[in-house]
C-alpha cells in the first residue's frame, strides 16, 4: 500500500546532525532502506526540517522498520498514513459508490 510518511526532525537534533556532517548521510541511509517513490524535505509549520515520503509498505508489522530509524536516529516526530496517487484516486469509483449508496441520504 502507498503510504505517506512525515518525519518532523527537532532543530537540536538537525543542526548537530548538520554540525557534524551525519544529516545527510543518515536520511541517505534511512531512504536506501525504504526505496520511496518520492522524498522531499521541507519546513513544519513550526520551523523544524521535515521529511516526506511517499513509499510501499506490504504489512502494517513493516512499521517499525519504517519508523524506527526516523526515531533513533533523529529523536523525530514521525506520522505515516496510507494515500493515492491519482491513478488510485480514479480507482476508487466502486467505493465512493457504496459508500454513497451506504450513507449518502
Keep these: 500500500m502507498r503510504m505517506l510518511l512525515r518525519a518532523i526532525i527537532p532543530n537540536e537534533t538537525a543542526n548537530a546532525a548538520v554540525r557534524n556532517?551525519?544529516?545527510?548521510s543518515t536520511i541517505q541511509k534511512i531512504l536506501a532502506d525504504l526505496k520511496p517513490e518520492a522524498a522531499?524535505?521541507?519546513a513544519s509549520d513550526s520551523g523544524e526540517r521535515?521529511?516526506?515520503v511517499v513509499f510501499d509498505m506490504k504489512d502494517s508489522s513493516e512499521l517499525p522498520?519504517?519508523?524506527?530509524?526516523?526515531?533513533?536516529?533523529?529523536?523525530?516526530?514521525?506520522?505515516?498514513?496510507?494515500?493515492?496517487?491519482?491513478?488510485?484516486?480514479?480507482?476508487a469509483g466502486p467505493g465512493f459508490e457504496r459508500a454513497i449508496k451506504e450513507f449518502g441520504k
Design 21 to 24: 556532517g551525519t544529516l545527510g
Design 40 to 42: 522531499y524535505f521541507v
Design 50 to 52: 521535515c521529511a516526506v
Design 65 to 91: 522498520r519504517v519508523a524506527e530509524p526516523w526515531f533513533l536516529a533523529f529523536n523525530a516526530q514521525v506520522t505515516v498514513r496510507p494515500t493515492m496517487n491519482s491513478q488510485d484516486l480514479a480507482a
